[in-house]
């Protein structure tokens, strides 16, 4: 059983176009996170939810917004796809803020 | 916000040979994590390790939180070590731009 699962693996887009992605944890973690990661490999945290509520949100551009239907579930939906949204995005979840995160295995996502 | 530095940033090694990677924060922490990510993309739990010493199999690290370091011991290195290794500061979502390694057989 995976523990924190994305879908899809890849998704290979247009510009211009919308797109979700989604992510369960079965672990029972109240906090989970979007990450993305760029192409030289570094890590930045987007937005983090707590039992369905938005407790951070760094710079991100309006084009993503989180949505969190229950506290296993945080999707990420993107308007209007620019090249540089190209990267592989993580979900993460961990019993609280704070505490040690595990990771899905992420979404690759390419802008044509 | 906290700044997070590994080095070295990249370290090639022979098949056997042991390592130390380090990790620098700039402010007192009490949630540091390390990560492996495999060359398949997959990013890996190694350690959560907000003080002291930990042990699991070939890898172990150390974290001096007084002085602002945490440390990954790698011994008898394997090809399936090889990739990238993160250490997190977890309560600000840090992560430090990694340690590339590759082990050759």
């Known amino acids: 059983d995976t523990a924190v699962s994305q879908t899809p693996k890849y998704l290979v887009t247009q510009m211009g176009n919308d797109k979700s992605i989604k992510c369960e944890q079965n672990?029972?973690?109240?906090?989970m996170y979007w990450y993305k990661q760029d192409s030289k490999k570094f890590l930045k945290i987007m937005f983090s939810?707590?039992?369905?509520?938005?407790?951070i949100n760094e710079t991100v551009p309006n084009r993503f917004s989180p949505k969190s239907p229950d506290k296993a579930h945080l999707n990420l939906h993107i308007n209007s796809l620019e090249l540089g949204d190209s990267a592989v995005y993580f979900c993460?979840?961990?019993?609280?803020?704070?505490?040690?995160?595990?990771f899905g295995d992420g979404t690759r996502l390419s802008i044509l | 916000g906290i700044q997070v530095e590994q080095s070295p940033p990249d370290l090639i090694l022979q098949e056997g040979a042991n390592s130390t990677l380090r990790c620098n924060f700039s402010?007192?922490?009490?949630?540091l994590q390390w990560f492996h990510q495999n060359p398949w993309g997959q990013l890996i739990n190694l350690f959560y390790?907000?003080?002291g010493t930990k042990q699991n199999g070939r890898l172990s690290a150390t974290t001096v939180a007084t002085e602002r370091y945490s440390l990954l011991y790698i011994s008898s290195s394997q090809t399936t070590d090889s990739g990238v290794y993160f250490c997190?500061?977890?309560?600000?979502?840090?992560f430090g731009a990694g340690t590339r390694l590759t082990v050759k057989p």
């Open positions: 402010d007192s922490v009490n949630n």
């Open positions: 939810y707590n039992n369905k509520e938005l407790i």
């Open positions: 672990l029972g973690h109240d906090t």
């Open positions: 390790i907000p003080s």
């Open positions: 993460a979840s961990s019993p609280q803020y704070g505490q040690p995160q595990h």
């Open positions: 997190a500061v977890v309560s600000d979502m840090r």
